[in-house]
Structure formats: C-alpha cells, structure tokens
C-alpha cells in the first residue's frame, strides 16, 4: 500500500487493518517515494516497508519474508503466496 493515496494515508489504512481484530492478521507492506518513513510506517504497523522506486527482486524478497513470517506466526510451514 503507497503511503500517500488518492483521498485516504496509507498510514492511517494500514492503522485500521491492524487495529481490527478481524484484519490484523493481514500482511501490509508499506510504500513511498519518501525513504525517511520507514520507521513511521512500520510504527503504524506495517510488515515491511519499501522505497520507492524499488527494484523487482527487492520487492519480491520483502514479500517472501512477509509470507515466511506470517506462516510462522500461524504454525504453518513456509509456503508461497498463491
């Protein structure tokens, strides 16, 4: 999700999805042009974070590790997103 959208902050999305007991669960990763929000981002809640522009592999690595991460956390053995 790109920290500045149309008519919402992905801030404060990202704060609501992990605040709500019923969406908490989902991965976020946060994104922006701004390099200095990292720290911001991860505070409001995101997974991971990733500037912007950003390189493919990168990405992909960073969603690996959500994947990894979240399946840990559910006992499940790590797994590919589908």
């Not at 992905?10 to 042009?33: F, W, Y």
Request: proline letters at 6%.
């Amino acid at each position: 999700m790109d920290k500045v959208l149309h008519s919402e902050d992905g801030l404060d999305i990202c704060e609501q999805l992990k605040k709500n007991p019923s969406t908490a669960h989902i991965p976020v990763m946060m994104r922006s042009g701004h390099r200095d929000l990292q720290e911001i981002c991860i505070a409001a809640g995101a997974n991971q974070f990733i500037a912007k522009p950003f390189d493919v592999k990168l990405f992909l690595a960073k969603l690996e590790e959500m994947w990894a991460e979240r399946n840990m956390n559910q006992g499940n053995a790590p797994r590919h997103p589908a």
